[in-house]
């Protein structure tokens, strides 16, 4: 009998260029007088011809978006493994060591394009080895053939399991293609080890090719990845158990920079090199939707490798949050490491490895017990009022968890997710009252705000990440920035600060009164005062420093670019077309959900602008210069002079002193976003100002 083949390794039955049965008929003419009436710009709506229609004609023959493009153009034949073998194309054995090596380079290169968002039809499997992993008798081909496959599985597992990838950052289909060979992990690696340990015996010899060494390095660096992945999408995994990781990491940064400098020995590394013939673009095209989005442009093998080298150096920064106990310090840890790099692999291992111990019960009690000391969370508390704290954080859950998660996505979708996650803070919020209440009546105390300060401090900080994430995505107008600064200057970054300030008191309360029961347990022991008894620093006094720069930066913007504004420096829309309260109500309408803080209307920003602008643009400029001096003060004082924001507090400072001393653009201004996502320098060069 037969053995039938494999959809996708089908090919018998794709058209040849040049070959058609239709009648074809020009319609240019027609095309050009039927629309001569139209404006440049303008569409015609027909009932049978709408916008998605419209789209599509615009996308095809567009190289960009359509696929088809430049692989159904010329005549050239698609082939097959199994025709590719019979021709001679493929050999399976004995294959020449830089052949192999560039079989290694452009299939991992095809990896790192599949986990940008490509499809793993138009990447990984455009390799024919992989059509047949079995096929090749030359052992390092196989199992480096097979420990594709394993890798591929490995990662789908990963990411389905973190579950923070969004259609634009992760393609899962399979096509077709098993990904999960009936090999496990273990007999994997060891399948591997065996083929490094080989190919380090043939590198001892002194007449070995350099190549041999090269492909050595690459199958041992496979794997060690496929090691560190295995071992990173385990979930909940027990204390110190990534200690190995880290050695494994090392090495495998090691081999990228050995694969790095033998990047160019592969087959094929050149640009002006023809591809390797086991690379088929157009093999899986018949398994793409018609209208596939898009064209795939493999990524260079070089590039490749830095993208790799960067994903190792992630995920020792991964590792190291297994020892993170509180939920603050997780927070922290997941905000800068989502700021660092869009690499969606490392994302994802972060969330497995510290998202649920990192949101766990203990965890959040032991960050309220740091942030504002609660007596209800000691174990001295009466079981009523840990019965309330125990409540609360079982409601607090959620939102922790949802923090957490919302670092993992990519920076576009954190957006819209923050305005999600404000509902939730809102009703953990009135959780928080009704908990403060409760432990107060167990307590027989005046009620004391530790559960609401808590929640007030988070929503506030969400609501500062949802406004400085529209400049790092150039959502707003240049025009616009003011009023998004006043926001921040006025009701953000204020109520920041005073919530602060009220958990450090409680904080302290907390600290005296401890202190006066120690005091006080003791016989003959002389009572001291409360105020006496404990003096420690104020643990947020760094935060709250750092908040104060924000603050300061925010109310220099406002009053920089309402001076812009007054000197027609800025372009503003036309009167006509202007609601510059529509504008504001939609930027800040997400807001309006939330009871504390409460929402700012327009007319409170009116009156504020009204209030700043009648001292005149020179007075704007001079004020906006002193908050930018205050700012660079305060940042110098929380951290390190040279700092990116340090600088950019500086350089608008003198700029502001130019403009309060009557100096003008010849140009209009630009903000550069290069030093901070959040906080630009007014750009303008000493040759662009004249004195009036």
Request: hydrophobic letters at 40%; glycine letters at 6%.
């Amino acid at each position: 009998m037969e053995r039938p083949e494999e959809p996708h390794s089908t090919t018998a039955d794709l058209p040849v260029a040049g070959k058609t049965d239709q009648n074809w008929i020009e319609i240019t003419d027609v095309f050009l007088e039927s629309v001569k009436d139209l404006e440049l710009g303008e569409l015609l709506h027909d009932e049978l011809f709408g916008l998605f229609d419209a789209m599509s004609a615009i996308e095809m023959m567009d190289p960009k978006m359509d696929a088809g493009m430049l692989c159904n153009r010329g005549a050239r034949k698609i082939t097959s493994f199994e025709q590719a073998v019979a021709d001679g194309l493929l050999p399976l054995n004995d294959l020449p060591p830089p052949t192999l090596l560039g079989i290694i380079d452009g299939t991992l290169a095809r990896l790192v394009s599949w986990l940008e968002g490509h499809s793993l039809a138009q990447t990984v499997f455009t390799c024919l080895y992989l059509h047949r992993p079995y096929a090749p008798q030359d052992r390092a081909l196989k199992v480096f053939c097979l420990s594709v496959y394993k890798l591929l599985d490995v990662i789908k597992d990963l990411l389905h399991k973190a579950m923070v990838f969004e259609e634009e950052d992760f393609q899962p289909m399979q096509y077709g293609f098993h990904l999960n060979p009936d090999i496990s992990e273990q007999r994997m690696i060891g399948m591997l080890r065996e083929v490094e340990e080989e190919l380090h015996r043939k590198s001892r010899n002194k007449q070995c090719e350099p190549e041999i060494q090269a492909i050595f390095v690459r199958i041992k660096f496979v794997r060690i990845f496929l090691q560190v992945l295995n071992t990173l999408r385990k979930e909940d995994q027990p204390s110190n158990s990534l200690n190995d990781c880290q050695r494994l990491l090392q090495s495998g940064v090691e081999m990228l920079q050995a694969m790095k400098e033998t990047v160019q020995m592969g087959q094929g590394a050149n640009d002006d090199d023809d591809e390797i013939a086991c690379f088929e673009p157009s093999i899986n095209q018949r398994l793409l939707p018609p209208t596939f989005p898009r064209y795939t442009k493999i990524k260079k093998r070089s590039d490749a490798i830095v993208h790799l080298l960067e994903m190792l150096e992630r995920f020792k920064v991964v590792c190291r949050a297994q020892g993170l106990t509180t939920f603050h310090q997780t927070l922290e840890l997941f905000a800068d490491f989502s700021q660092s790099g869009p690499c969606l692999v490392s994302r994802s291992a972060l969330q497995l490895v510290g998202r649920n111990t990192g949101s766990s019960r203990e965890a959040l009690r032991e960050a309220l017990r740091n942030f504002c000391g609660p007596h209800a969370l000691s174990s001295r508390a009466l079981p009523a009022a840990r019965s309330a704290a125990d409540g609360f954080l079982a409601r607090a859950s959620r939102p922790a968890a949802l923090l957490l998660q919302l670092s993992g996505h990519n920076r576009a979708r954190q957006r819209d997710k923050l305005a999600m996650l404000l509902d939730d803070l809102a009703v953990l919020q009135e959780e928080a009252e009704r908990a403060d209440s409760a432990c107060a009546l167990a307590l027989g105390q005046p009620p004391r705000p530790h559960f609401a300060t808590w929640a007030l401090y988070h929503t506030l900080r969400t609501q500062a990440l949802y406004l400085l994430a529209g400049f790092e995505l150039e959502l707003y107008a240049e025009h616009e920035y003011y009023y998004i600064y006043w926001y921040l200057y006025e009701c953000i970054y204020g109520w920041l600060i005073s919530t602060l300030s009220r958990a450090d008191s409680l904080l302290q309360e907390a600290w005296n009164g401890t202190a006066a029961v120690a005091t006080g347990s003791g016989k003959g022991t002389r009572r001291q005062k409360p105020n006496k008894a404990a003096r420690r620093p104020r643990p947020h006094s760094k935060d709250a420093v750092r908040l104060q720069a924000f603050q300061q930066l925010a109310g220099g913007y406002f009053k920089a670019l309402l001076g812009l504004l007054r000197e027609g420096l800025l372009q503003a829309p036309l009167p006509g077309f202007d609601r510059e309260r529509v504008r504001f109500e939609h930027r800040f309408g997400v807001f309006s959900r939330l009871e504390t803080p409460p929402s700012a209307a327009y007319r409170d920003f009116r009156a504020a602008a009204q209030a700043a602008g009648s001292q005149g643009s020179e007075q704007l400029f001079l004020s906006a210069g002193r908050h930018f001096g205050q700012a660079g003060q305060l940042l110098a004082a929380g951290g390190p002079a040279d700092s990116p924001l340090a600088r950019t507090a500086k350089t608008n400072f003198v700029l502001l002193r130019l403009l309060a001393a009557g100096h003008r653009p010849k140009i209009k201004p630009t903000f550069c976003f290069n030093e901070s996502r959040h906080f630009p320098v007014i750009c303008l060069t000493e040759g662009q100002l004249t004195h009036e």
